[in-house]
């Protein structure tokens, strides 16, 4: 059928006027300013830095950060289980001290099913193989394979659990070696999402064995704030003890989703390390308490100016946390990169946050008192809305901290 030219020039007219959908830019980069490093509850360690220069105690830092507490004596002898190696393909140990022995048994804790044992000039490799461990021991120029199994127990001369000289061994996985003197090393297959994976605990004894090793503060800073880290350190530990994780074979994880544990090399940094390990000794059982049990003393290491509530941070409440000043972290000789800092996250990183397809722009719908974002909204192209806690949103993004603007958008 034909149409006249009249109803086509209606028809062109009438189509020009309906509204066309536009193209939404989608922005490469998203551009934050803020202040602060780390999630903000507890015990902040740069505020524990300035307090001590100030001539303040341990107690007296310790009772600010914290409401509500007092410090007490605790049997601090338990063992823990350390993760030192999480979701691993492989992983490689060897002794770090000549003339020594390292025993390699079949089994976990307890397991005396013996398999071989070998010298400092060897080492053993282990790699996940469908379910279970499979290890393998080089001898010089050839190779010994070992029978998989589930678990493997790894034992060192020095230790409680075999006797000769003392020994440090290497652990290697993911491109890093740390050291480790004392306890024993679990290797073990444990499934995960992405199918059966390694899992390395050390063992070790909370009350020196472990802390001793524990990273989370430099050991030239004052001794008082140094005494309140051993003690907070302890505390945490404690409130983890013997609450076992099947996802990583362990009670805590020795990196900053707990606390960072280095192991011998925090004990033997020049000059310091020795200072350390007499600060853990000097403090020995002194624990953070709140109707007499352990608090989980968490610790960051600088604020925007307050520190934060552990539900503003989390969801959870803790009475042992509060909303105090923090002016030692916006001290700038103390804390020159964090009193202030500025971050660009790319389009990947924030739709991954926010589970999204695309993020075309960002919202902060409010903020906690401490000055932390309490939510923050991303809209997508397609008008969809997802809101997240602004810690929540920090820790997705690696921002610095919770303490934070938006500052603009590059397409």
Known sequence: MRMSKAFLAILFIFSSLIPT??????PATFSFQGSGYGHGVGLSQMGARSMALAGQSFEEIIKY???????EQIDDSKILRVNIGHLLSSAKVSSATKASQLQIIQGDLGSESVVPVF?????ISFSIIGS????????????????????????WAGTRYLEGPDTVIAVNHSGLTQKYKYGQIQVKAVKSPAGYRIEMTNSVRLADEYLWGVSEMPSFWPVAALEAQAIASRTYALSKAGIYRSVCDCDLYGSISDQTFLGYAKEI?????????????????????????????????????????????WGSSRAYTQIVDDPGSLDLI??????????????????????????????????????TVAQIQATSSTGVQVALRGETFRSRTKIPSAWFSLVSVQN
């Open 65 to 71: 950060f914290y409401k509500d507490v007092a410090i």
């Open 119 to 123: 010298s400092s000039a060897d080492s």
């Open 269 to 313: 940094e020049k000059k310091y390390g020795v200072i350390w390990k007499e600060i853990i000794t000097r403090t020995a059982g002194l624990t953070i308490t709140q109707l007499g049990l352990p608090i989980t003393a968490y610790f960051f290491s600088s604020s925007g100016g307050k520190t934060e509530l552990a539900i503003n941070a």
């Open 132 to 155: 279970t461990v499979s290890p393998r021991i080089t001898l010089g120029k050839s190779t010994q394979l070992l029978t998989r199994s589930k678990t493997f127990t790894i034992r």
């Open 21 to 26: 959908a536009q193209a939404v830019d989608v």
């Open 334 to 371: 103390l804390n020159p990169r964090f009193v202030t800092w500025n971050r660009e996250v790319p389009q990947s990183v924030i739709t991954a946050a926010f589970v999204l397809p695309d993020v075309v722009s960002l919202e902060i719908l409010g903020v906690n008192e401490s000055g």
